[in-house]
């Protein structure tokens, strides 16, 4: 709840590129506040001059953060509001901030998003993968043996991947990429995303790293990486998630939209219980119907 008299804390997205994609309440915001705190103070104060704003600027950024955060609160909590920007994209997203927003929210202010770019996101909505998951997974470890660890936790991962990566490390977590997820994953670069640069490379991993290592341009400006999710595992042996070919699962959700909750939670203990009796042994020889339909050649079907 917000603390009566308290200013605002907000969080103001800020363009990745294109200057024509700062949004109308954003440059309002940024007018109107008090100071805004950004990573980079020169950096900003040119955005700034373009939009002809005139708000007095402090730094916050990852080495003073924790110092800076104690007085912007307090100057909020006095009645001040203030916002927070990144060098560009949304602050607190592999950006300085987070440590801003937490004490704020700590102390019972109110902070609020001014939404708008996001190279993660814009790259996200280009990539040609599935959207409807993703794991964003900002800056993966420098260092290729931490880079490869990381990349083997990952393998097994169904969702869509989100990289931000540095464009002299791309052709390495590329050819990382293609070993530890195999070479035919179906993947995305986007460079340059807004910028007059801008390109996004498609094709299998094995295919953009082989690009990127002949292709000098490949690896100049930034860089956001979008890698298609780990195939879902086929159900070889038909045991499905339920380990009953998903039998049991069907048998549930149809309880569910038929009868009345208590009486289909009841039938849904039942048939999980018999089916549980069922795996630890109770089945009739030679019976091959999934549970918990067993089969009544045997004598032993679902309720006997
Ligand atoms: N907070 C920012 C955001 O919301 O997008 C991200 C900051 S992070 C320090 C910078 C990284 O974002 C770059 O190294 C790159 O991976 C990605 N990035 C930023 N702008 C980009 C652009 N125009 N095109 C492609 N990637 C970009």
Redesign the pocket.
């Given at each position: 709840m917000k603390k009566a008299d308290a200013g605002r804390l907000y969080v103001v997205?800020t363009p990745?590129?294109n200057l024509g994609d700062m949004s109308p309440r954003a440059r309002e915001t940024l007018q109107a506040c008090s100071v805004i705190a950004a990573e980079d103070t020169r950096h900003t104060g040119t955005l700034l001059k373009a939009f002809g704003i005139s708000t007095p600027l402090v730094s916050l950024h990852e080495h003073n953060e924790a110092q800076r955060a104690p007085d912007l609160i307090q100057r909020i909590q006095g009645g001040a509001s203030i916002a927070l920007v990144?060098?560009?994209?949304?602050?607190?997203?592999?950006?300085p901030g987070f440590g801003l927003v937490r004490a704020a929210a700590a102390a019972g202010l109110e902070v609020v998003a001014v939404p708008g770019?996001?190279?993660?996101i814009?790259?996200l909505s280009i990539g040609a993968q599935p959207t409807d998951r993703f794991s964003f997974e900002g800056?993966l470890p420098a260092r290729g043996s931490a880079r490869r660890a990381r990349l083997q936790v990952l393998a097994s991962d169904t969702r869509t991947l989100v990289f931000?990566?540095?464009p002299h490390r791309v052709v390495d977590t590329l050819a990382d990429c293609a070993a530890e997820f195999g070479a035919e994953r179906p993947a995305t670069v986007?460079?340059?995303?807004?910028?007059l640069h801008?390109t996004t490379y498609r094709g299998s991993l094995g295919e953009l790293a082989a690009h990127a290592a002949a292709d000098g341009d490949f690896s100049r400006?930034?860089?956001?990486l979008i890698v298609g999710g780990a195939p879902a595992q086929t159900d070889a042996g038909g045991a499905g998630a339920d380990g009953h070919g998903g039998a049991l699962d069907r048998v549930l959700t149809v309880l569910l939209e038929e009868l009345p909750l208590k009486q289909a939670a009841r039938l849904a203990a039942i048939v999980e219980s018999r089916s549980h009796a069922e795996d630890s042994g109770d089945r009739g020889a030679g019976c091959t119907s999934p549970a918990p339909f067993r089969c009544r050649a045997n004598k032993c079907s679902l309720g006997n």
């Amino acid at each position: 709840m917000k603390k009566a008299d308290a200013g605002r804390l907000y969080v103001v997205a800020t363009p990745i590129g294109n200057l024509g994609d700062m949004s109308p309440r954003a440059r309002e915001t940024l007018q109107a506040c008090s100071v805004i705190a950004a990573e980079d103070t020169r950096h900003t104060g040119t955005l700034l001059k373009a939009f002809g704003i005139s708000t007095p600027l402090v730094s916050l950024h990852e080495h003073n953060e924790a110092q800076r955060a104690p007085d912007l609160i307090q100057r909020i909590q006095g009645g001040a509001s203030i916002a927070l920007v990144s060098d560009a994209g949304t602050p607190a997203i592999s950006d300085p901030g987070f440590g801003l927003v937490r004490a704020a929210a700590a102390a019972g202010l109110e902070v609020v998003a001014v939404p708008g770019p996001c190279a993660a996101i814009a790259a996200l909505s280009i990539g040609a993968q599935p959207t409807d998951r993703f794991s964003f997974e900002g800056f993966l470890p420098a260092r290729g043996s931490a880079r490869r660890a990381r990349l083997q936790v990952l393998a097994s991962d169904t969702r869509t991947l989100v990289f931000y990566e540095s464009p002299h490390r791309v052709v390495d977590t590329l050819a990382d990429c293609a070993a530890e997820f195999g070479a035919e994953r179906p993947a995305t670069v986007a460079r340059e995303i807004t910028k007059l640069h801008e390109t996004t490379y498609r094709g299998s991993l094995g295919e953009l790293a082989a690009h990127a290592a002949a292709d000098g341009d490949f690896s100049r400006g930034e860089i956001v990486l979008i890698v298609g999710g780990a195939p879902a595992q086929t159900d070889a042996g038909g045991a499905g998630a339920d380990g009953h070919g998903g039998a049991l699962d069907r048998v549930l959700t149809v309880l569910l939209e038929e009868l009345p909750l208590k009486q289909a939670a009841r039938l849904a203990a039942i048939v999980e219980s018999r089916s549980h009796a069922e795996d630890s042994g109770d089945r009739g020889a030679g019976c091959t119907s999934p549970a918990p339909f067993r089969c009544r050649a045997n004598k032993c079907s679902l309720g006997n």
